[in-house]
T-cell receptor
Framework: DAMVIQNPRYQVTQFGKPVTLSCSQT?????MYWYQQKSSQAPKLLFH???????NEADTPDNFQSRRPNTSFCFLDIRSPGLGDAAMYLC????????????FGPGTRLTVT | RKEVEQDPGPFNVPEGATVAFNCTYS??????FFWYRQDCRKEPKLLMS???SGNEDGRFTAQLNRASQYISLLIRDSKLSDSATYLC?????????FGKGTRLHILP
């Protein structure tokens, strides 16, 4: 029944070592989002895809990249993780942009050592 | 001023009581509004969309006041399981803005 799946649930990486987080969905939604959430803070949108169109938030560091090879999958690549990148990374989907509700995956908690 | 603001709380409320909290937004062009619930170390889950006419789902009532630019969430007959952080989300022109959330603790 899982609709938005994120793997792994917990990821430990070393400072500067590239890491990839994955998200898949069974909802056939057009839009997929990646958020970063740190403790006691609101989720911060990094970027989203509307179908194959990539939309980067202005303040998302270049260190964060994304790929969406097909409707179901979306990846978050962190090229050189720093200690400040330790956070929960949430993937979400929606049917369309803006006025549609979002469905979140369980998140990947990233630790950087 | 932040575009979406919420009282962070915590609101400590005895079980069975009614509790309400608001979320204010600064941009009058905001188009759609949602309440999400987030449990500790879990993902946000949609609680309800907020419609112009107001809407109710069981013990939960959401209202939108466009004139004063806020949305509200009312929880009646609160349960221990209502303890969570409640996130307000405001959408405008394909931009999605989350509030920082209001923490609610229901006390036995």
């Amino acid at each position: 029944d899982a609709m938005v799946i994120q793997n792994p649930r917990y990821q430990v990486t070393q400072f500067g070592k590239p890491v990839t987080l994955s998200c898949s969905q069974t909802l056939n939604h057009n839009v997929m989002y990646w958020y970063q959430q740190k403790s006691s803070q609101a989720p911060k949108l990094l970027f989203h895809y509307y179908d194959k169109d990539f939309n980067n938030e202005a303040d998302t560091p270049d260190n964060f990249q994304s790929r969406r090879p097909n409707t179901s999958f979306c990846f978050l690549d962190i090229r050189s993780p720093g200690l400040g990148d330790a956070a929960m990374y949430l993937c979400a989907t929606s049917m369309g942009q803006a006025s549609y509700e979002q469905y979140f995956g369980p998140g990947t908690r990233l630790t950087v050592t | 001023r932040k575009e979406v603001e919420q009282d962070p709380g915590p609101f400590n409320v005895p079980e069975g009581a009614t509790v309400a909290f608001n979320c204010t937004y600064s941009n009058s062009a905001s188009q759609s509004f949602f309440w999400y619930r987030q449990d500790c170390r879990k993902e946000p889950k949609l609680l309800m969309s907020v419609y112009s006419s107001g809407n109710e789902d069981g013990r939960f009532t959401a209202q939108l006041n466009r004139a004063s630019q806020y949305i509200s969430l009312l929880i009646r007959d609160s349960k221990l399981s209502d303890s969570a952080t409640y996130l307000c989300v405001v959408n405008r022109d394909d931009k999605i803005i989350f509030g920082k959330g209001t923490r609610l603790h229901i006390l036995p």
